[in-house]
């Protein structure tokens, strides 16, 4: 028997800061590394059941020199992870095409350019992975 999952929340009940500033990014900032400024919204999925895990957004505020200042909020949706609900404020790193997140817990979460203006992420922590396709917000 499979638990019952709630709908996705709104994006609006994931929480950021509320001094979240997008600058555009300049003129020397690649177009490959461009692309990743702004307010993007998705739903981490597990990779073994595809489960809808946590909600997150990915705020790209300020891209230059190979890295970015991100706010990242998340919102746990799956029952064992309804109350985890935050936000950070830190620094990501682009390796390659990828925009790269190291948190302080040893997960990592990759984002790359998708198709159709998205976003495309995984994220690892220990053995187990999760995906999502990230949409830009307004």
Do not use: C
Request: proline content about 7%; charged content about 20%.
């Amino acid at each position: 028997i499979l638990p019952t999952l709630p709908a996705a929340a709104d994006p609006k009940d994931v929480p950021l800061p509320n001094d979240i500033v997008i600058i555009s990014p300049g003129e020397t900032v690649p177009k490959n590394l461009a692309v990743f400024s702004g307010k993007w919204y998705g739903i981490w999925k597990g990779a073994e059941t595809d489960t809808p895990m946590m909600e997150h957004i990915l705020a790209v505020e300020k891209i230059d020199d190979g890295s970015a200042r991100i706010a990242y909020g998340y919102a746990g949706i799956w029952e064992e992870l309804r109350s985890q609900r935050g936000w950070i404020r830190t620094k990501a790193v682009f390796i390659g095409d990828s925009l790269m997140i190291f948190f302080t817990n040893g997960a990592t979460a990759e984002y790359r350019a998708g198709e159709n203006s998205t976003i495309t992420g995984t994220y690892r922590i220990g053995g187990h992975k999760s995906f999502t396709t990230l949409t830009r917000m307004p």
